[in-house]
């Protein structure tokens, strides 16, 4: 599969395919396994991931067999498609392009479209109660769009693949839009004055109930020097909600996370389509267990102490922004230093995040393991003109080793800027 089919996290934009036709002459071929199962349909900018590990936790905390469709993964290809948390067995993929050869060669499909296929393939054949799909990219033209889902969910809006999406949040939404169905009710996570018209336009024309989660919904930490877990007060319409709610992950960006997944769930809990509803308890065990259930990686996560090393999959304008602010607050007042490892891929607009960068960090400066990897030297000297300082090092691995030699015990590592650089460390 790597060598045959084009990979859009190796190679970028050439391996975008803009249009289902692969998809559906796949899922034809396969005995369309995507009408098979329910389905929630999940997109968005930033957020995405974990709002469909929360989901899936959630329905598998209730009873429900539940399938998990994810990426890009981390460490381990199996990591996009699970079941209750168990990724797709090996000789199950094995078997499947074997037995698929023949349908793979002649409609030549991408490496996505391929892995969405068999992630439905693996959902049908093990007759799961729901599928949880997150998108790849965009919406309208992603290869997982050919599903009709009980809950679309999409949870924010943010500068991402503009030279695919469009280069402003109006046309971006548009895309991302593409995922609200006829009928099918829609979460939207956060109220944008862009973007909100664009919904809500398609929705009208389509007549999808659509509700705006924080508008309803929202969340507060009351633990706010956590690394690894978080404990929320949780409020609806102003009045307090869920009192002391605990979330098995920890970062900036998992309140507006969690107000949406709130939201999805009184919305499901309001359709006929599953036969139980989601108690306040099942969701409070899901949340409180999500890395066990599902496997939830690469999210502010921890991954060493003294110093600290923390990486987190932020690579965007909406998700560094957040992340340094907590960082900053975090850091405040106290005589911790901060080393940042980083690296991006060469298709992104670097200049429009290097300039949300703190200056006053130690820089290692490294390219991730993938062809479309930023040179770490081109990076290093776009850097310095944001007045970032550090030096080059010939992998990721290697960087965070010396960043680990250079810090203090009392200071913070941090792994950032691209998912196939914090990939690495893991």
Known sequence: MYAQLPMFHRIGPAAFKKDLTNTLALCEHLGNPHLKF??????????????????????????????????????????????????????????????????????????????????????????????????????????????????????????????????????????????????????????????????????????APIVFADQHFSADETNQQQWTATTYQTYKNGDLYWKQLELGAAGPFQAKNLATVLQAVEILNQLPVFSQRFTEAQVRFALENLPRLTRFMGRWQVIGQNPTVLCDSAHNEGGLTIAFAK??????????????????VNDKDVDKVLALYPAEARYYFAKANIPRGLD????????????????????VKNALKAAKRQADPRDLVLVIGSIFVVAEVL
């Open 38 to 207: 329910k389905s929630i349909h999940i997109g968005g900018t930033n957020g995405k991931g974990s709002v469909s590990h929360m989901m899936s936790a959630v329905c598998q905390a209730s009873g429900l067999k539940t399938g998990l469709y994810v990426s890009p993964h981390y460490k381990d290809f199996r990591e996009r498609i699970k079941v209750d948390g168990r990724y797709i067995p090996r000789n199950r993929v094995v078997d499947f392009v074997v037995k698929n050869r023949e349908a793979i060669e002649r409609i030549q499909p991408s490496f996505f479209e391929l892995c969405v296929a068999m992630a439905f393939d693996h959902f049908a054949r093990e007759k799961v109660d729901v599928a949880i799909i997150e998108v790849g990219l965009g919406g309208r033209l992603d290869s997982t769009n050919v599903i009709t889902p009980e809950l679309s969910i999409i949870t924010n809006i943010s500068y991402d693949h503009m030279n695919m999406l469009g280069d402003t949040l109006t046309l971006i939404a548009g895309e991302k839009a593409g995922i609200i169905k006829p009928g099918i009710p829609v979460v939207i996570g956060e109220t944008h004055p862009e973007s909100a018209p664009v919904f809500l336009q398609k929705a009208e024309s389509v007549q």
């Open 327 to 344: 960082i900053r607050g975090m850091l405040a007042g106290s005589s911790a230093k901060l080393h940042i490892v980083t690296g991006f």
């Open 376 to 395: 770490a030297a081109v990076l290093q000297e776009k850097a310095a003109l944001y007045g970032m300082k550090g030096k080059t090092y010939s992998s």
